[in-house]
């Protein structure tokens, strides 16, 4: 079986979705550094890969590549304990994967990505605070779900919880308070804990964090 490359960029909430789920499965994988503050994902190299410029990308063999975080996530997942086989589980699995990319993402991972990775919140005021309302208000519909809640479906671990982690543990850093949602903090706990765990800042190819 040839080894798995992901093309990453360390700081991304998306491409740690890939490297947490990859780590917790125990499937060996390259990680490759693609700096998309230097233009990287803009390259003929890279966009002969994912015609979008956008990383995660994941080769799962020679010349076969797959973009879209949830969808990879989707991918590695089939068969295993992190994607249920009841198509009404799976379809609910679905369901946050798809919320979190339009309802969660472009809001509480964008915030972050202009404060903390670009370091330009004062320039980008005026649009990080457009994306506070919506940002919140997926937090809302998240915390009143884990209310009763141990995970997101089927009281059991999935990538559903992966792709809500990714950027929510981390909202603190765009700007959002996560004080007022006593649920969702518990469930993160819940996440870290959970069996070969890696924080977002840890290259698991290499074993070190930054």
């Known amino acids: 079986m040839e080894t798995l490359r992901l093309y990453d ?9 890939i490297r947490l789920l990859l780590t917790q499965m125990g499937m060996p994988f390259e990680r490759i550094e693609i700096n998309i503050l230097k233009g990287e994902t803009r390259t003929p190299e890279f966009l002969s890969k994912n015609p979008n410029g956008k990383i995660p990308v994941l080769e799962v063999a020679s010349g076969k590549y797959l973009a879209e975080s949830n969808a990879i996530l989707v991918y590695l997942s089939e068969y295993t304990e992190f994607l249920p086989y009841d198509r009404f589980l799976r379809a609910q699995v679905l369901q946050w994967l798809f919320f979190e990319q339009y309802s969660h993402e472009p809001f509480i991972a964008t915030s972050r ?14 649009e990080i605070e457009q994306k506070r309302e919506l940002g919140y208000a997926a937090l809302k519909v998240m915390e009143n779900h884990l209310i009763s809640r141990t995970f997101f479906v089927n009281e ?23 004080a007022k949602f006593p649920a969702i903090q ?3 706990e819940r996440v870290k804990a959970q069996p070969s765990y890696i924080s977002i800042t840890q290259d698991k190819s290499a074993n070190i964090t930054i």
Do not use: Q
């Not at 960029?9 to 979705?17: C, D, H, M, Q, V």
């Not at 990505?113 to 005026?126: D, M, N, P, Q, R």
């Open 9 to 17: 960029f360390l700081p991304s909430g998306n491409g740690y979705k």
């Open 113 to 126: 990505f202009l404060t903390s990775i670009l370091g330009k919140a004062k320039e980008y005021h005026v």
């Open 156 to 178: 059991r671990y999935t990538i559903a919880d992966i792709a809500l982690f990714a950027y929510t543990h981390v909202a603190d850093e765009g700007g959002f308070n996560l």
């Open 186 to 188: 518990a469930w993160i």
